[in-house]
């Protein structure tokens, strides 16, 4: 209401038809971002809200599409790309699936080089959030496929990667160029800085993520709207795999698990796996409505259970 108040103010005192038409819009687009839809109508092709694991369970009971590999893995799987807006043959990791039979990390299009997460974030992301053009968007990655496929669709995309001997808010000199460092749990950016913030399996390696759910809430303007991508226990309850003492020294309470890092072949120590209790925490944060979104796709190849954790800013 602050926010709209001070529009409105603006408004009247400028004597500037085009800012006052700037003004107008954005002061429209702000009314349009708080119409949500109930949690409940927060459904579409390929996904639907839930706020309870027994509706996440019923949901992927029904839906939940895996390829048949019976007969064995095969090398590619027919679909459409949202991103490329293509029909292709996305690319199986066939290693990964033998292994693990993880369908979240293949599946890449020979296109654009998104695999099965990253395709699908960037799809749901543009389904729920509906973003404009000239949107401001907060990415906590950026020399990945997925930052360059954001930040080609929307121009004030800024996206950052983690390097602990770099001051925050600076730019390290990259293979890729210049890259934004930041702490996500300690940002750099003005309040109200941006009208989505995305993560994408980011959190999991932050053992203060909450102090990093704070700070999405503070960099979001109103309106705006979070989404988090994180590695699941399927349950009500987030599993806590190491932790850190006073002196910063890590205690693994289960076998240590690392994923990728793309500035770092060593990889990323994994301190969480979450359950619905994030969505908690993230009211605690501040977010007014947080709400589970399931989501899984043959046709376009979202193989496997997806979840996607949103906040909105009030």
């Known amino acids: 209401m602050k926010h709209m108040i001070q529009m409105l103010k603006t408004l009247a005192r400028s004597e500037n038809r085009t800012f006052r038409n700037r ?29 309870t694991s027994q509706d996440m369970h019923a949901y ?18 027919p679909g459409s790309c949202y991103v490329c807006h293509r029909d292709v043959q996305f690319e199986v990791k066939v290693d990964l699936i033998a292994e693990s039979n993880n369908w979240r990390e293949t599946l890449k299009c020979p296109i654009c080089d998104l695999i099965n997460r990253w395709r699908s974030s960037v799809h749901l992301f543009e389904e729920l959030v509906g973003p404009e053009p000239d949107d401001r968007i907060y990415l906590t990655e950026a020399i990945t496929p997925l930052f360059k496929a954001i930040s080609e669709r929307f121009e004030h995309c800024v996206g950052s990667e983690y390097a ?22 300690q940002l750099t950016f003005p309040d109200a800085s941006f009208e989505a913030v995305l ?40 599993q806590t795999r190491a932790e850190l003492d006073a002196d910063g020294n890590i205690h693994h309470l289960l076998e240590p698990s690392y994923h990728g890092d793309p500035l770092s072949d060593e990889g990323v120590l994994c301190y969480y796996e979450f359950g619905l209790d994030l969505l908690d925490e993230m009211k605690q944060a501040g977010f007014r409505d947080a709400f589970l979104v399931c989501y899984t796709s043959r046709p376009w190849a979202y193989f496997g259970a997806h979840l996607m954790f949103v906040g909105r800013k009030a």
């Not at 992927?60 to 799987?77: H, L, R």
């Not at 980011?202 to 309106?223: I, M, T």
Request: aromatic share 10%.
């Open 23 to 51: 003004a107008a819009s954005q002061l429209l687009g702000w009314i349009n971002r708080k119409r949500w839809p109930e949690t409940d109508q927060v459904t579409g092709e390929f996904y639907r809200a839930v706020t």
């Open 60 to 77: 992927f009971d029904q839906a939940n599409p895996i390829p048949d590999i019976s007969a064995g893995i095969p090398d590619t799987v």
């Open 164 to 185: 602990p001997d770099t001051p925050l808010g600076t730019e390290l000199e990259l293979p890729s160029g210049p890259t934004r460092i930041e702490d996500v749990t």
């Open 199 to 238: 993560s994408f399996d980011v959190l999991e390696h932050v053992p203060d993520y909450k102090s990093a759910l704070r700070e999405f809430y503070r960099v979001l303007a109103p309106g705006g709207q979070v989404l988090i991508s994180v590695p699941s226990t399927f349950t009500d309850h987030t």
